[in-house]
C-alpha cells in the first residue's frame, strides 16, 4: 500500500473522531487560552491553530469563512459550563476581535508547547500545556528539570561519598593512634 501524500498523526482514531478533535482542542485553545493535552495531541494541533490565528489577522470576509469551516464555530461558556449571554460570544468573533489583534506585530509562533512534569497514569503519556503566547501569559505548571540533572545528581553523590569516607578516616584515625600508643 502506498503512503504517499499522507500527512499528519492518526492519534488511534478514525478521521471523523481525529478531525474533532483537533477542532475542539483549537476551540478551547482559543477560548481559554491554554489547554492540557498529550505532546503528540498538541504537536498535531499547534500548527493548524497557527494557521488559523494568520488567516484571523488578515481579518477578510473569505478568512473568516475559513476559519468557520474549519472550526464549525461555537459560543463560549464560563468556569459553570454556561453560555455566555452577553453579545451572543463565538469562539470566532473572540479570535478575530481579541486574540488576533494582540498578534498584529508578530510573524509567526502564535503558540507554545510547555512540558510538564506530569503523566496520564494509564498509558504515562507526557503532559504538556499547550498556550497562546500572549504577554501577559508566562508558562504555566511545573517545567522540567535540566537534561543535565543527571550528571549534577552523581558529582553530588560522588562529593557526598567523598565526605563520609573523609569522616569515617578523621574518625579512625584518633582510635588508630590511642590503640598505638597504648601497645607501646
Known amino acids: ?6 500527512k ?12 474533532a478533535l483537533r ?19 498538541a504537536k498535531e494541533v499547534q500548527p493548524l491553530a ?21 472550526l464549525n464555530d461555537r459560543r463560549l461558556v464560563d468556569e459553570n459550563q454556561d453560555f455566555i449571554t452577553e453579545g451572543n460570544k463565538t469562539v470566532v468573533q473572540k479570535l478575530f476581535k481579541e486574540i488576533a489583534p494582540k498578534f498584529v506585530d508578530r510573524k509567526g509562533g502564535y503558540t507554545r508547547i510547555t512540558k510538564t512534569a506530569d503523566y496520564r497514569i494509564g498509558d504515562a503519556a507526557d503532559i504538556v500545556i499547550l498556550q497562546l503566547i500572549l504577554e501577559d501569559s508566562k508558562p504555566q505548571g511545573t517545567i522540567r528539570r535540566a537534561a543535565g540533572l543527571r550528571r549534577k545528581r552523581n ?8 565526605r563520609v569516607l573523609k569522616a569515617r578516616k578523621s574518625e579512625a584515625s ?11
Open 1 to 6: 500500500m502506498s503512503s504517499h501524500r499522507l
Open 8 to 19: 499528519g498523526r492518526q492519534l488511534s482514531r478514525d478521521t471523523e473522531h481525529r478531525l
Open 23 to 41: 477542532r475542539n482542542l483549537i476551540q478551547s485553545l482559543f477560548e481559554h487560552g491554554a489547554v492540557r493535552t498529550t505532546l503528540p495531541k
Open 50 to 70: 497557527e494557521r488559523l490565528i494568520t488567516l484571523a489577522r488578515r481579518g477578510t470576509l473569505t478568512d473568516r469563512r475559513h476559519v468557520v469551516a474549519e
Open 155 to 162: 558529582e553530588r553523590k560522588h562529593a557526598f561519598a567523598g
Open 174 to 184: 584518633p582510635t588508630a593512634t590511642a590503640e598505638a600508643s597504648a601497645s607501646t
